[in-house]
C-alpha cells in the first residue's frame, strides 16, 4: 500500500538555524511527491513538489529531492526565519489520480 | 470567492445527528476532494469528485458518509447517526484538473458530543 512516514517533532531551532525534516515513503507505481505547510490559522498550501526519480523541488528558500533508491524526500532550508513557523506535511500522490497520502506532520518553531 | 470556500466553520453536534458540510471549490475547477484530519494527524482522503461523479470513494470509513457533487461545483459531505469518533476536521481540496495542483479550503471543525 501507499504510506507516508515523518520525523516526528515538534522542531526547535533558532533563526538562521539549518532545517531538515525527513520524510520517507512506501508506494507502488511512480507517485508524485509534495511538501504542504500549514501556517498558524491557515489552511494547507502547497510548499513545493517533485514528480520524479532525481527531481528537486524548490521554493521560498525550501529544497527536496526526489530519491527513487532511498524512497525519500526530505526538506531542507539553509537559514530558517521566525516566519517558518509552522506545520510541514509530506505527502504523496499515486500514479495519476490526484489523490494525496499525507504524513503525519512536523511542526518546526523557530525562536529569534 | 478567490479560494475554497467550506461552510460551517465549526458545527457542533449531539451523537446520532445527522450534519452536512458544504465545500464550494475554485471556479472551474474540475476535480473537488474531501479529507478529515484528526488532531495531531495528516489529512486522511475520503473521496474525489471528478466533474459530477465519485471517481475514488475508498477514503470513505462506512456508509453512515456520503458525499454528493449534482452540479460539478458544489459539493456536500454528509454523516448519518453521527459518532464522538467523527469529531475532526473536514477538510475540502479542488484542482483544475485531476492531478494538478489541489488548493484547500480553511476546513470545518466537526465536535460531536
Known amino acids: 500500500g501507499n504510506s507516508v512516514t515523518q520525523m516526528e517533532g515538534p522542531v526547535t531551532l533558532s533563526e538562521e538555524a539549518f532545517l531538515t525534516i525527513n520524510c520517507t515513503y512506501t508506494?507502488?507505481?511512480?507517485?508524485?511527491l509534495f511538501w504542504y505547510v500549514q501556517y498558524p490559522g491557515e489552511g494547507l498550501q502547497l510548499l513545493l513538489k517533485a514528480t520524479k526519480a532525481d527531481d528537486k523541488g524548490s521554493n521560498k528558500g525550501f529544497e527536496a529531492t526526489y530519491r527513487k533508491e532511498t524512497t525519500s524526500f526530505h526538506l531542507e532550508k539553509g537559514s530558517v526565519q521566525v516566519s517558518d513557523s509552522a506545520v510541514y506535511f509530506c505527502?504523496?500522490?499515486?500514479?495519476?489520480?490526484?489523490?494525496?497520502?499525507f504524513g503525519q506532520g512536523t511542526t518546526l518553531q523557530v525562536k529569534p | 470567492g478567490a479560494g475554497v470556500s467550506q461552510t460551517p466553520s465549526n458545527k457542533v453536534t449531539e451523537k446520532g445527528k445527522y450534519v452536512e458540510l458544504r465545500c464550494d471549490p475554485i471556479?472551474?475547477?474540475?476535480?473537488l476532494y474531501w479529507y478529515r484530519q484528526s488532531l495531531g494527524q495528516g489529512p486522511e482522503f475520503l473521496i474525489y469528485?471528478?466533474?459530477?461523479?465519485?471517481?475514488?470513494d475508498s477514503g470513505l470509513p462506512n456508509d453512515r458518509f456520503f458525499a454528493v457533487r449534482p452540479e460539478g461545483s458544489v459539493s456536500t459531505l454528509k454523516i448519518q447517526r453521527t459518532e464522538r469518533g467523527d469529531s475532526a476536521v473536514y477538510l475540502c481540496?479542488?484542482?483544475?484538473?485531476?492531478?494538478?495542483?489541489?488548493?484547500f479550503g480553511q476546513g470545518t471543525r466537526l465536535t460531536v458530543v
Open positions: 508506494a507502488t507505481g511512480y507517485p508524485s
Open positions: 481540496a479542488s484542482s483544475f484538473r485531476q492531478n494538478t495542483e489541489a488548493f
Open positions: 469528485f471528478q466533474g459530477t461523479g465519485a471517481a475514488d
Open positions: 471556479s472551474g475547477h474540475t476535480a
Open positions: 505527502a504523496l500522490s499515486p500514479s495519476n489520480t490526484g489523490k494525496l497520502i
